[in-house]
């Protein structure tokens, strides 16, 4: 049985920096691609961030430079850390496990002055 969960979610200020954290249980966690993905009320949801089982990494357009997918496969957790936070991140953050139906129940971000 798979599990996935998300944490470190919270409100920041604009500009401001948060770092997120995906543990996976139950899978074989370093040969799974992860993702992070966001869904803002009202809208589609969207991926944000990939990192395949060797490292290579892929961002949306909106977060490139800003933020930063990483993996500790010791740990079996995957990281987003979001720096120059706007307040269209806003957004529930997902992790997903391996391209798969495997998902956490998601973090609140809140950017707001």
């Known amino acids: 049985q798979v599990q996935v969960v998300e944490s470190g979610g919270g409100l920041v200020q604009p500009g401001g920096s948060l770092r997120l954290s995906c543990v996976v249980s139950g899978g074989i966690f370093s040969v799974a691609a992860m993702d992070w993905y966001r869904q803002a009320p009202g809208k589609e949801r969207e991926v944000v961030a990939r990192i395949n089982s060797g490292g290579s990494t892929n961002y949306a357009d909106s977060v490139k430079g800003r933020f930063t997918i990483s993996r500790d496969n010791a740990k079996k957790t995957a990281y987003l850390q979001m720096n120059s936070l706007k307040p269209e991140d806003t957004a529930v953050y997902l992790c997903?496990?391996?391209?798969?139906?495997?998902w956490g129940q998601g973090t609140q971000v809140t950017v707001s002055s």
């Open positions: 997903r496990f391996g391209g798969s139906d495997y």
